[in-house]
């Protein structure tokens, strides 16, 4: 019996539900896991492998996300279950977090590594503990499908979500019901709080990112430059920079800082595509904002140079479309999801 079964039993609406399939592989193309043990140059983490494939899901894979201490992982998609991974060893799946009726869109862990919060087609939010494996609220109000997601960073625990009802709503932990309503003109597909929380961004259909101020309750700014669908962004670790993804498929960087001058577009990066599928491909910084990472619909991963804007790497190994990636917040690691149904994780120079 696991740890998790003796703490606490789980309430009735959302179970650890333990996953017999799940599995993990060492993988590198054209080399069986052993070989590349012997044969790989130096090492620049602590993965079992320079790159593990961790397999397990049984539909597309929407979202992934390191937990801030960097030892789980925690990916969600078509299937309505969140998956719950160890970073080391085996990478074991070691919970399935059930109670989303609807394909999870985005997933994100709080400041402290202790809540996970969930946003899915089912039109709720929902945050869970994850040291229990439960869900511990279901945030209503949505009027459909809520695409993305996010956590204030410091002080009492506020979320956000955008929702293809066209608004963008802020939830109370403490309280019921949504504590504020912003209503864009079209469907929100991507949120973030800015780094004090007192602003949220959001991007969406209208191909513009709107910032949107918490105590005036109105919108503060927009940044035009994407000329088509913004489907991720992302705030830098500084809380200074903002990354979007869009389907003109340009990935482009924004100064959000308060008195930043009026053309806030510093960084447009070139290479990822966004296809048929036209999926919400995700955006992701390097913990020092050395780097930053993108959804492809090419099945390629793509990590930029921020300063330079070179690719520094276009990783193969998908069989779908990249959905979504993040960087490890200490080791050089980079983790992958796709419509392959696959996770990738592997290391980087």
Request: overall charge neutral; aromatic content about 8%; charged content about 25%.
């Amino acid at each position: 019996m696991s740890d998790m079964d003796v703490k606490r039993k789980a309430a009735d609406d959302g179970a650890l539900v333990p996953v017999k399939k799940a599995k993990t592989d060492v993988a590198l193309i054209g080399l069986k896991g052993r070989e590349l043990m012997e044969t790989s140059t130096a090492r620049t983490s602590s993965l079992a492998a320079p790159i593990m494939l961790l397999t397990g899901h049984d539909g597309e894979i929407f979202t992934v996300r390191f937990s801030p201490d960097g030892q789980t992982l925690a990916s969600g998609g078509f299937e309505r279950l969140i998956f719950l991974w160890n970073t080391y060893g085996e990478c074991e799946n070691f919970a399935v977090l059930k109670g989303h009726t609807g394909a999870i869109m985005q997933v994100v862990f709080s400041t402290d590594g202790t809540r996970l919060v969930s946003a899915s087609t089912d039109k709720t939010v929902a945050i869970w503990d994850i040291e229990v494996g439960t869900r511990l609220k279901k945030l209503k109000g949505h009027q459909t499908f809520v695409n993305s997601c996010d956590i204030t960073r410091r002080g009492p625990q506020f979320i956000c979500s955008g929702s293809d009802d066209g608004t963008v709503r802020l939830w109370d932990t403490r309280k019921k019901g949504a504590a504020q309503s912003f209503q864009n003109t079209y469907q929100v597909t991507s949120v973030c709080f800015s780094d004090t929380g007192e602003q949220i961004m959001s991007g969406g259909i209208d191909n513009d990112v709107k910032v949107w101020d918490l105590r005036k309750t109105d919108l503060l700014y927009q940044m035009q430059g994407h000329t088509d669908t913004v489907t991720g962004i992302r705030l830098s670790s500084d809380g200074s920079y903002l990354l979007s993804n869009g389907m003109d498929n340009t990935v482009r960087i924004w100064d959000v800082r308060p008195y930043a001058p009026q053309e806030r577009c510093v960084k447009i990066f070139h290479g990822i595509q966004h296809t048929f599928e036209k999926n919400m491909l995700r955006v992701a910084w390097s913990p020092d904002g050395s780097k930053v990472s993108a959804g492809s619909g090419d099945r390629h991963v793509y990590v930029w140079d921020t300063t330079s804007r070179r690719i520094l790497y276009k990783l193969p190994g998908h069989a779908g479309s990249v959905n979504d990636i993040d960087f490890h917040p200490i080791e050089p690691i980079v983790v992958s999801v796709s419509s392959d149904k696959r996770i990738y994780l592997g290391e980087i120079e």
